[in-house]
């Protein structure tokens, strides 16, 4: 997420990155985000295990139990309007299941700037239902929700029924 949506020139805006395992068994995850082009970085993530790597990226590594979530922030001085890259999320749990997760792109809007990249697309066929011409509203719709598949394990009910099915073959070979 970005707060706030829409900042004025020299202002800046807060990145926030959360990460949920909805999984039911601990997984590990590895969690890669490029700071938005144009824009500096103000302030580092503090949270333990967030990395700024030379190529501008933020990668954190952690193992989150199931249900668990991890979030890190980091602020930036946006110099033009622009649309966030996604934060990817690759995942594997103790059984070698794995995936990727791919966040949202909001749009950063700066105040009397010019969109650049995606985000100038956006801009321009938002424009013609902004009140004021040549500015484009920083309200979004409604986030959709992006379905990652979850694949739940049977456990031991297979293994039950198997157990169970050798206890009546064993007590009819007694019999």
Same mark, same amino acid.
């Given at each position: 997420?970005?707060?706030?949506?829409?900042?004025?020139?020299?202002?800046?805006?807060?990145?926030?990155?959360?990460?949920?395992? !909805?999984?039911?068994?601990?997984?590990?995850?590895?969690?890669?985000? &490029?700071?938005?082009?144009?824009? &500096?970085?103000?302030?580092?993530?503090?949270?333990?295990?967030?990395?700024?790597?030379?190529?501008?990226?933020?990668?954190?590594?952690?193992?989150?139990?199931? #249900?668990? %979530?991890?979030?890190? %922030?980091?602020?930036?001085?946006?110099?033009?309007?622009?649309?966030?890259?996604?934060?990817?999320?690759?995942?594997?749990?103790? !059984?070698?299941?794995? #995936?990727?997760?791919?966040?949202?792109?909001?749009?950063?809007?700066?105040? #009397?700037? %010019?969109?650049?990249?995606?985000?100038?697309?956006?801009?321009?066929?938002?424009? #013609?239902?902004?009140?004021?011409?040549?500015?484009?509203?920083? %309200?979004?719709?409604?986030?959709?929700?992006?379905?990652?598949?979850?694949?739940?394990?049977?456990?031991? !009910?297979?293994?039950?029924?198997?157990?169970?099915?050798?206890?009546?073959?064993?007590?009819?070979?007694?019999?």
């Amino acid at each position: 997420t970005v707060d706030p949506e829409s900042v004025d020139q020299n202002d800046t805006a807060k990145i926030t990155v959360t990460a949920k395992n !909805t999984g039911d068994r601990p997984a590990a995850i590895t969690i890669t985000d &490029q700071i938005p082009m144009a824009s &500096q970085l103000i302030t580092p993530p503090s949270t333990p295990g967030a990395v700024v790597n030379d190529n501008s990226t933020i990668t954190f590594k952690k193992v989150l139990k199931a #249900g668990a %979530e991890k979030s890190f %922030e980091y602020t930036v001085d946006p110099n033009r309007t622009v649309m966030l890259p996604p934060a990817i999320v690759e995942f594997a749990d103790i !059984t070698a299941y794995s #995936g990727i997760s791919v966040s949202e792109m909001p749009i950063l809007y700066v105040e #009397g700037t %010019e969109p650049i990249g995606a985000a100038a697309e956006i801009v321009q066929s938002e424009a #013609g239902s902004s009140s004021i011409p040549g500015i484009a509203s920083a %309200e979004t719709d409604d986030p959709i929700p992006i379905d990652t598949p979850i694949r739940k394990e049977p456990g031991f !009910t297979g293994i039950f029924a198997v157990l169970a099915c050798l206890a009546a073959v064993m007590s009819g070979r007694r019999r």
